[in-house]
């Protein structure tokens, strides 16, 4: 990523997670089962309510604007923005099933948002914010938008050391093929790492009751094999990686990732500890 102008990280978000689509579509039961409960947590923090007006920035595949769109109701509406038109199609296919009418869909980007100032009750953010060029810019535009008194709720990725199913991946390649030290300052998984990262970004954009905690949970695979199947078609950074390996390579890291994996085995599964960074804020009335 060093080195790469805005528009070009931009760029590579857009295809990277367009790429992954599939992947995320396939396992989305899966992951929905495991992680409903950051859902509930944003909406609970973003203080969402029946007839809110509302947006999701990196919907992905619908999380947790879908959530959203059912606890806001018929007489509310959510907006879920993302780069990736692709993931967008399989969150479109969700709303469906789902029967709700009062969520839209839109490709965007979350650091130049296609909104008027204050035309949102509350913004919400799984996942995403750690990928963008130019986080502070996107904190002074979900400030824009939001009406006086608005929050934003955001979970972004803790520390590897707490996140060894994401963290383990990365060892097991640097292992086996030389990278460039991570750039802490560079957009990535971890780069809202750390506690006041995102919360200062969003107090310097003039957001106030500014809340950051780190939320601790786990997740289960039924086997090291899966939790590699899962990784490599779900993981955009992580397949970015493993695309440079050749064939013998690759076969050394999935050996590694797996012989790591097990040592979480706990009963039947392969079981995880997680750390997700939950931060707050509201614009002043
Ligand atoms: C890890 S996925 C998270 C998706 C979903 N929120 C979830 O938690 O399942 C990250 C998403 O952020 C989107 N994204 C990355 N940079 C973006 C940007 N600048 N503007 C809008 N979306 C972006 C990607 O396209 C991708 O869908």
Not at 6 to 28: C, L, M, S, T
Not at 134 to 144: G, L, N, V
Not at 145 to 153: E, M, Q, R, S, T
Request: net charge neutral.
């Amino acid at each position: 990523m060093m080195g790469q102008t805005p528009q070009q990280v931009i760029d590579g978000q857009r295809q990277d997670w367009n790429r992954v689509a599939g992947g995320w579509e396939k396992w989305d039961r899966f992951f929905d089962e495991q992680m409903a409960f950051l859902n509930h947590r944003l909406v609970a923090d973003a203080r969402l309510r029946a007839g809110m007006h509302t947006l999701d920035l990196g919907s992905g595949t619908g999380y947790p604007a879908l959530l959203g769109a059912q606890t806001v109701g018929p007489s509310g509406s959510m907006t879920g923005l993302d780069l990736a038109e692709q993931m967008l199609a399989v969150a479109r296919r969700k709303a469906t099933a789902l029967k709700l009418a009062n969520v839209t869909f839109r490709t965007g980007d979350v650091t130049a948002l296609p909104f008027e100032t204050a035309s949102f009750d509350a913004v919400t953010s799984r996942f995403c914010l750690m990928f963008l060029p130019d986080i502070p810019k996107a904190a002074a535009e979900i400030a824009r938008v939001l009406k006086p008194g608005g929050w934003i709720a955001a979970a972004v990725w803790s520390a590897p050391d707490k996140n060894p199913s994401i963290g383990l991946s990365m060892e097991a390649i640097r292992k086996v093929v030389e990278l460039p030290p991570p750039d802490p300052t560079a957009p990535g998984i971890f780069r809202l790492a750390q506690p006041g990262d995102l919360a200062g970004m969003l107090q310097q954009a003039g957001l106030a009751d500014v809340t950051d905690q780190e939320f601790f949970a786990e997740w289960s695979y039924a086997s090291a094999e899966e939790y590699y199947t899962s990784l490599m078609e779900i993981a955009a950074p992580v397949q970015n990686l493993m695309a440079k390996l050749l064939d013998t390579q690759k076969q050394e890291v999935k050996r590694l990732i797996t012989q790591a994996a097990t040592q979480y085995r706990r009963g039947n599964c392969i079981t995880f500890p997680i750390a997700v960074r939950m931060v707050a804020a509201r614009k002043p009335l």
